[in-house]
């Protein structure tokens, strides 16, 4: 079915590696890491050592000092980017807003309140609880915040598949907008998973990295959780034009799929299918692909069965193609991994660079495609792709397309 | 003799709306204030904490009934709270 492109006209990010898109690209591009040793909470009985913090200040100072007490850290995070890439996109609602959308990715919700809650109730006996904890612990709170602050007043919600969410939440944007329910979106995730109860929690996994995030390596020992939050604007390649806003990249095509088998251990269907899904909604050839950021969590499960989901999906075509995992840079934020990543993928579309998988000591000899280790790689890229799979088994891919390749 | 309603409920509000309390009279309209309908929970909420008393509103019919400072004293009012907080 033909329909009107979907386009991107602004981008926001805030995570480990600093408070906006440039410091963002400009650490991906030199390979930097921004994992480091975990301060906040203090460590006392935590066994993990390293996370993927958002360095000082902190991003609480960028907002108004009396909407805090009703913003949990997810929410400021999500304010914090959705404020970026507004500007960026010149776009406002002053028409009622009625014709504009915010969909916002997931994972967990109000970590910090629910810390805040138990520990007052379990521990201190308090009688009551703040007014302000269901609103700072709903998921949707992201969404409804970003909406109060800009006027937006069409389609508002979150959406939750643990580390797929923001994939979701653009593949859910980007129909409202080709069926033209609405012409433009504030679309992302948030995550801000560094408060000491979802830390344990995590650690109960035993999927959590001691040393640091190296995917694909022969010794890579885990994941290493991140916060962060990643916005982009998403508008009606039309809607774009008209207002002649600059348009940085085109959403060609979304897929996705659930295993239906583990909760934990991904199937190579399950993830291949999201691929083939997104491809065939795209309207594009496995040959039209150059570049994929992959899930790469730098957990053995997941980078051995992604490596072998592109080479079934890709045949020969595989080793032509650059794949990197840039969560060995910014760390694996959950719900708010996939904005992050896509921002990554526009923005190495833009400047033709293909980001790199730093920490790589001694490539797995089961990872032999082109991962990028090390060094970022210059290469004009058409097309690429950004792969999320879940824990439950939710998967979602999305294409983004140079935008002068229309 | 205890402190007057009004003083507590100008501390209470100015602590939840993070202002100060001289900016605050009995005529300031809560919203102007900044104060938030769940603001205003909180404001109920420390009021009860503070005198021990229940008082049965939810935040719809707060919001709705509670409009200024004024309408808030007149509520200490009529809950018999005047001069029952001691001065620190």
Known sequence: MEHEPVVVTGAGCVSALGHSVEAFWSALQDGRCGLGKLSEPSPSDLKVSIVGAVPAPDPRHMLDARKLPMLDRFSVLAIVAAQQALAQSGLSFENGGHRAGCVVGVGTAGGEAIDELYGKIYLEGAKRANAFTVPRVMPSAPASQISMAYGIRGPVFTVSSACASSNHAIATAVWLLRNSVIDAAIVGGTEAPLTYGILKAWEALRVMAPDTCRPFDRDRKGLVLAEGAGMVVLERADHAKARGAEILAQIAGVGMSADAADLVAPTLEGAANAIRTCLADANLSVDAIDYINAHGTGTVANDITEIKVIKSVFGDEAKRLSISSTKSMHGHALGASGSLELIAVIEAIRRGIVPPTINIEQLDRECDLDVTPGCARARPIRTAISNAFAFGGTNAVVAVKRFDSL | ?88
């Open chain 2, 1 to 88: 003799m205890g402190e007057k309603i009004e003083d507590v409920l100008r501390g209470i509000i100015a602590k939840q709306a993070q202002l100060d309390p001289s900016a605050i009279t009995p005529e300031s309209a809560l919203s102007e204030l900044g104060v938030t309908s769940l603001d205003l929970v909180e404001i109920i909420m420390t009021i009860e904490d503070e005198y021990d008393v229940t008082i049965p509103v939810d935040a719809v019919e707060a919001w709705n009934s509670y409009k200024t400072v004024a309408n808030l004293v007149e509520l200490g009012h009529s809950l018999g709270l005047e001069g029952r907080r001691s001065g620190a």
